[in-house]
């Protein structure tokens, strides 16, 4: 009887092993970035909210407010309290959420022309 010959072992083509260097250092990359976010927003200040006014349109009845409130921190706000007053009047509203380092939009309304008496702030907020 005859032995057998072993087949000679099979080498791996190139295309595959690229293919799979890439796939590593996609992953690497991802893993490394999450890790950045998670600990740039360890240990940081707090919220950092600061409120604009946009534009003042009339608006039936009434006037509208529209404005962007700025999160200048990298930590993430939740409930964010946003307050404005025009003389007497006051018109509040929560924004549900402000990320870090983003913009979030909306509007107040007033019975009254509140051009040249408008203060804004943010008043409070949540840690999600």
């Known amino acids: 009887m005859a032995a057998r010959k072993k087949p000679a072992p099979r080498r791996t083509p190139a295309l ?3 293919a799979a260097g890439i796939g590593l250092l996609l992953t690497l990359l991802m893993l490394g970035a999450m890790g950045w976010r998670a600990w740039e927003g360890r ?3 707090p919220p950092s909210i600061e409120v604009r006014a946009d534009r003042i349109v009339a608006a039936n009845p009434g006037w509208v407010v529209t404005f962007t409130a700025i999160n200048h ?3 993430t706000a939740a ?3 946003i307050e404005a007053t025009a003389g007497d009047a006051t018109a509040a509203t929560t924004l549900d959420y402000v990320p870090g380092k983003s913009r979030q939009s909306g509007g107040l309304f007033f019975a009254e022309d509140p051009r040249g008496k408008l203060n804004l702030k943010a008043t409070g907020y949540a840690e999600p």
């Open 16 to 18: 595959e092993w690229a």
């Open 73 to 75: 921190s990298p930590a």
């Open 79 to 81: 409930n964010v309290e």
């Open 43 to 45: 240990g940081k200040a």
